[in-house]
């Protein structure tokens, strides 16, 4: 297929209109819950008070804003693809936001800003500052503002809202790759969100890792759940020539949250045994270095692609109660700085196309009862 048949066809899948919307508008859109703007991603997104007071300067300045996207569901809602912390904003300011329980929150009060520097302690309302707030006249031509809309339509293909998200939230974002695919989960299903984040936050398996606060911020830990449960029944050449590892757990983590026959249950009992045995063979060792007869440094993504993939491949032959299996795993761990076969490809040099074709079945032989 010629690249001009392949941007026709898939220009084909995608559905789009664009037109411009007052404020005011997407208030009534919004406290009619016509429009879902995920507050669960609010954990997500970090802008302090004075970037949300920039925010409503800029608005009240006549500073036009980026584009919101929003995709049209089924059920004629709309979907907030990008644009959520901006929303969040103006409707907490307005003090109609809700928060992932449906609860309305405290309204905000502004900051001074550089140009607006009067706008210190002012409210929307005097329900929130009875002595600073906006006037009748500021509230209409805050609410007349108009704003760029544009709408992925319900006749486009299932997955257009989601890789536009992944686009939108990757470009000059500053939030992790984990941290987009959370957001995306959230919107596929979000019961799938919430069983992968209770895995994550298991405690033998949070004990194993010895990350540090920083990366646990960032979803670190979430990442690794994630990549544990794709790259188990990842087949070898699966994983040869992969341009991306983050682009392919995107993918992979997608399919498997879209899909009705996965196991959850299977897996998460795999999940927990394979950590509950890692973490009675070696506690917080189990993804450092071992050197010099003591372990040393962090945590290791190499050893963890090892031990714990090695391990949950194996982990049906597996008893917790077997003090020989216990020490089956501690020997490994002990002895793979020794592991030519190891060595020669943990390095920081080799991409993940190269590493875990190698090192995922070296893995699964080492720790083979």
Same mark, same amino acid.
Request: some cysteine; overall charge negative; charged content about 25%.
């Given at each position: 297929?010629?690249? !001009?048949? &392949? #941007?026709? *066809?898939?220009?084909?899948?995608?559905?789009?209109?664009?037109?411009?919307?007052?404020?005011?508008?997407? /208030?009534?859109?919004?406290?009619?819950?016509?429009?879902?703007?995920?507050?669960?991603?609010?954990? @997500?997104?970090?802008?302090?008070?004075?970037?949300?007071? $920039?925010?409503?300067?800029?608005?009240?300045?006549?500073?036009?804003?980026?584009?919101?996207?929003?995709?049209?569901?089924?059920?004629?809602?709309? =979907?907030?693809?990008?644009?959520? &912390?901006?929303?969040?904003?103006?409707?907490?300011?307005?003090? @109609?936001?809700?928060?992932?329980?449906?609860?309305?929150?405290?309204?905000?009060?502004?900051?001074?800003?550089?140009?607006?520097?009067?706008?210190?302690? #002012?409210?929307?309302?005097?329900?929130?500052?009875?002595?600073?707030?906006?006037?009748?006249?500021?509230?209409?031509?805050?609410?007349?503002?108009?704003?760029?809309?544009?709408?992925?339509?319900?006749?486009?293909?299932?997955?257009?809202?989601?890789?536009?998200? &992944?686009?939108?939230?990757?470009?000059?974002?500053?939030?992790? =790759?984990?941290?987009? $695919?959370?957001?995306?989960?959230?919107? /596929?299903?979000?019961?799938?969100? *919430?069983?992968?984040?209770?895995?994550?936050?298991?405690?033998?398996?949070?004990?194993?890792?010895?990350?540090? +606060?920083?990366?646990?911020?960032?979803?670190?830990?979430?990442?690794? %759940?994630?990549?544990?449960?794709?790259?188990?029944?990842?087949? !070898?050449?699966?994983?040869?020539?992969?341009?991306? #590892? +983050?682009?392919?757990?995107?993918?992979? /983590?997608?399919?498997?949250?879209? =899909?009705?026959?996965?196991?959850?249950?299977?897996?998460? &009992?795999?999940?927990?045994?394979?950590?509950?045995?890692?973490?009675? %063979?070696?506690?917080?060792?189990?993804?450092?270095?071992?050197?010099?007869?003591?372990?040393?440094?962090?945590?290791?993504?190499? /050893?963890?692609?090892?031990?714990?993939? +090695?391990?949950?491949?194996?982990?049906? %032959?597996?008893?917790?109660?077997?003090? *020989?299996?216990?020490?089956?795993?501690?020997?490994?761990?002990?002895?793979?700085?020794?592991?030519?076969?190891?060595?020669?490809?943990?390095?920081?040099?080799?991409? %993940?196309?190269? $590493?875990?074709?190698?090192?995922?079945?070296? +893995?699964?032989?080492?720790?083979?009862?």
């Amino acid at each position: 297929m010629s690249l !001009v048949d &392949q #941007i026709e *066809e898939k220009r084909k899948e995608i559905h789009t209109d664009a037109y411009p919307m007052s404020i005011g508008e997407l /208030i009534n859109l919004y406290a009619d819950k016509e429009l879902d703007i995920h507050p669960e991603f609010q954990r @997500i997104y970090r802008w302090s008070e004075v970037q949300k007071s $920039r925010l409503i300067e800029s608005i009240l300045l006549g500073i036009p804003l980026p584009s919101f996207f929003v995709a049209q569901r089924e059920d004629g809602i709309w =979907d907030v693809v990008d644009g959520l &912390q901006r929303l969040s904003t103006i409707f907490s300011f307005i003090g @109609i936001y809700r928060n992932e329980h449906g609860q309305i929150e405290p309204p905000l009060v502004l900051k001074g800003t550089e140009y607006l520097p009067a706008l210190e302690g #002012i409210a929307w309302s005097e329900t929130t500052s009875p002595n600073n707030f906006f006037s009748v006249d500021l509230q209409r031509a805050f609410k007349r503002e108009k704003v760029d809309l544009k709408i992925i339509k319900k006749e486009s293909d299932d997955q257009t809202k989601y890789e536009l998200f &992944q686009r939108l939230n990757t470009f000059g974002s500053s939030l992790s =790759d984990q941290e987009v $695919r959370n957001c995306l989960l959230i919107m /596929i299903d979000r019961t799938f969100f *919430e069983w992968i984040k209770a895995l994550a936050e298991y405690e033998p398996f949070l004990q194993t890792l010895t990350i540090t +606060g920083r990366q646990l911020d960032e979803q670190y830990h979430l990442e690794l %759940a994630v990549r544990f449960l794709i790259l188990k029944g990842a087949g !070898v050449a699966d994983l040869r020539g992969i341009p991306d #590892i +983050g682009d392919y757990i995107t993918k992979s /983590i997608k399919i498997i949250a879209s =899909d009705p026959e996965f196991d959850r249950e299977k897996a998460a &009992q795999d999940f927990r045994k394979t950590f509950n045995l890692l973490y009675t %063979a070696l506690e917080d060792n189990a993804f450092r270095k071992y050197q010099n007869n003591k372990y040393t440094g962090g945590f290791s993504l190499s /050893i963890y692609e090892v031990m714990a993939l +090695g391990l949950g491949n194996n982990i049906q %032959a597996y008893d917790i109660n077997n003090q *020989e299996h216990l020490e089956k795993i501690r020997t490994v761990s002990k002895g793979l700085l020794q592991e030519d076969r190891y060595v020669v490809k943990r390095g920081a040099g080799y991409k %993940a196309s190269d $590493r875990l074709p190698h090192i995922l079945p070296l +893995g699964v032989e080492l720790l083979r009862l």
